[in-house]
């Protein structure tokens, strides 16, 4: 194929992409908002939203403004800072249309629980989340395929197409940090001072924390979860071109076939959502079809085009081992957040927190053992059958090539959440939150299911980025008996818990002040325990605001300066040893937090289904605890770790590019 077919297949898939998300948005919005109650919610919601939207992108713009300059002065290349403020507007733009999505789609999947059931509130909240998933599928798409067409031969080509995934990396780990502090220090602080101290339920309007409760779904699961998938997504295309460069030396078909498969993967989602519009079933077996419908597609459209134009057959399997890995770890994500781990934490519960947060915290261990095994023969079989790194790259390419898809299925989630609040604060019929607690649950085993994409692929890109800095600084070994190698691995090792320990200790500090206010609250304002009087909502959405764009700082220039610090102060081989560390330690401890947080959860609303006592008992109070515990562990600091691994690879990279 010559540049301009490429060209014409980018752009026309990634437009193609940008129309679903069009058409996805139009049906969402046609749905009449009947209800004034509802209404006034949901306004409340997507304006809390988008104000700390508006508030974090100027805090991260600084940021961007920041490292602009100083690629400025550091790139003989004016296009370095061009392209990373490029990645970074794109990333940002992402979190705007999922946002603007989610806040209308959240009361109108409530009204079509009320008047038309699950089926039809099932439907709204999917086709919400797909303006998402296709948003920032298309993006990536379009980002990385034209500059790769327009620059591919360009002599500082990895250079500006390094810079496009750090401006990717940089605004996902503010947008992930800012956006799980907020919403998880909103969520903790409403449960204590809600569920725990008044004993009101869930979601109930006279708790002052429950607007910003339900801004944070949006902020954090929305907005801060499509700049996760879309940095992983753009930096497992970057890692994979610049190994084929390696490998391949300008041979454009080897370039090129990443940024291929992702155009066939976003094809292969459009098969699987098309599948779901067209063939009804129950929503669990939807969410299940799509993601399967959508991995065939793009398996069959891949073996076609390596076939035809006669690349190398091996990295076919490559293709299949990244799209089967992918699977088996959300299988296994699955089973330690929805299934007999569930059941076995909510039984705990029966003797009290201390027992309830015993045994999540031993599932969360244990189920970081399998994903890694599986992981581990994914790139040792993908090394060997690929020929080598590029296949471990095209491995991570293929697991997150139906991005949109992945993306549609986990924004889901959040929307199903806020609508339940919505219906809860709307006065519905009880049967109303019952339906949107059923798409809840089954929202929150899919989000956990992405999460463990969002985990599986960054391994596989950490390392294909690994590579590829080793590769361009001239690295053959790491000798682990130098002292600079040891020195690095050990600081690496370090980070994730540093940067954990700083996330935790934010949403801990936040949410404190949140159950202060509330608690003044229930206290100064007359009848607002006996519902004849309004909270005062904004109070508690400008707690969470403060805390999050405050706390968000210091561990994303931790994560971004760490790398510079090393390379500059010990070298490169420092480097290296330091991304190893970070890599190792972030894997494990984000699937920890990711599959613990989840099973807490899940455990809870185990028990609010009718088991062990059901809702108010003792082994619910319990349960709230640990979901208390586990909200910044799945929601704040776990998903922050597979960006840092990738931002500091990213990072490493680029030094290693202009020096």
């Not at 089926?119 to 948003?135: E, I, L, N, Q, S």
């Not at 998938?229 to 370039?255: K, Q």
């Not at 937090?593 to 455990?603: R, S």
Request: proline share 3%.
């Amino acid at each position: 194929m010559q540049i301009q077919h490429y060209l014409w297949l980018f752009a026309s898939v990634g437009i193609l992409g940008l129309l679903v998300v069009g058409y996805l948005y139009a049906r969402v919005r046609a749905i009449v908002v009947d209800h004034a109650r509802a209404a006034k919610v949901a306004d409340a919601i997507a304006e809390g939203a988008m104000t700390f939207l508006r508030e974090e992108y100027q805090v991260i713009a600084i940021v961007v403004a920041v490292v602009t300059g100083l690629l400025y002065f550091a790139s003989s290349n004016i296009l370095v800072p061009i392209y990373f403020i490029l990645g970074s507007v794109m990333s940002l733009t992402t979190g705007v249309i999922g946002m603007r999505a989610a806040t209308k789609a959240n009361v109108r999947t409530a009204l079509a629980a009320r008047d038309r059931g699950e089926y039809a509130a099932f439907m709204v909240a999917f086709c919400g989340g797909g303006v998402m998933g296709f948003a920032v599928a298309s993006f990536g798409l379009l980002g990385v395929g034209l500059l790769v067409c327009q620059y591919y031969t360009h002599i500082d080509f990895v250079q500006i197409l390094t810079s496009f995934g750090m401006g990717a990396s940089l605004v996902a780990f503010f947008a992930r940090v800012g956006g799980g502090i907020y919403t998880k220090a909103a969520d903790v602080g409403a449960d204590l001072a809600g569920k725990l101290e008044a004993g009101i339920p869930e979601d109930d309007p006279r708790n002052p924390a429950v607007v910003a409760d339900n801004v944070g779904d949006c902020v954090g699961d929305t907005a801060g979860m499509g700049a996760d998938i879309y940095e992983s997504y753009v930096t497992a295309m970057v890692s994979a071109i610049v190994l084929s460069l390696h490998e391949f030396g300008p041979d454009v078909i080897y370039i090129m076939l990443p940024i291929v498969l992702s155009a066939i993967g976003l094809l292969g989602s459009l098969v699987g959502i098309l599948f779901n519009l067209v063939l009804r079933a129950q929503p669990a077996a939807m969410l299940r079809n799509a993601t399967y419908v959508s991995m065939v597609a793009f398996a069959a459209g891949a073996y076609g085009y390596i076939s035809y134009f006669g690349l190398h057959e091996n990295l076919f399997y490559s293709v299949l081992l990244g799209c089967a890995s992918g699977i088996i770890v959300g299988l296994i994500t699955e089973y330690y957040t929805a299934s007999t781990p569930v059941h076995k934490i909510a039984d705990s519960s029966r003797s009290g927190a201390a027992t309830n947060l015993i045994y999540g915290l031993s599932v969360g261990m244990e189920s970081t053992v399998l994903p890694v095994i599986v992981l581990a023969f994914a790139v040792l079989l993908s090394f060997i059958f690929g020929g080598g790194v590029y296949g471990v790259a095209i491995a991570a390419v293929s697991m997150l090539s139906t991005v949109a898809i992945i993306m549609t299925i986990d924004a889901y989630g959040p929307i199903a959440d806020n609508a339940g609040g919505i219906a809860e604060m709307s006065h519905f019929d009880p049967s109303v939150r019952k339906i949107t607690d059923k798409l809840d649950s089954l929202g929150n085993t899919t989000a956990a299911m992405g999460k463990g994409f969002a985990i599986g692929s960054a391994l596989l890109a950490a390392l294909a980025l690994f590579s590829a800095y080793a590769q361009e600084a001239g690295l053959t070994t790491l000798n682990l008996l130098s002292p600079f190698v040891t020195v690095g691995l050990f600081i690496g090792g370090t980070l994730p818990f540093l940067v954990s320990a700083l996330t935790m200790r934010s949403v801990s500090n936040a949410a404190l002040d949140m159950v202060m206010e509330v608690r003044r609250q229930f206290k100064e304002i007359p009848g607002l325990m006996a519902g004849t009087a309004d909270p005062d909502y904004k109070k508690c959405i400008a707690i969470s605001t403060r805390a999050a764009l405050k706390e968000m700082v210091l561990p994303g220039l931790i994560s971004a300066g760490s790398p510079v610090v090393i390379f500059y102060l010990l070298g490169k081989e420092a480097l290296g040893g330091m991304l190893a560390g970070a890599t190792l330690t972030g894997v494990l401890m984000a699937l920890m937090m990711a599959n613990g947080g989840g099973a807490w959860d899940n455990a809870k609303k185990y028990i609010e289904a009718g088991a062990f006592g059901g809702k108010g008992s003792d082994a619910h109070r319990a349960a709230v605890v640990g979901d208390t515990v586990g909200d910044p562990f799945k929601d704040t600091s776990g998903p922050s770790l597979n960006i840092l691994i990738k931002l500091m690879s990213m990072v490493a990279l680029l030094l290693i590019a202009m020096k």
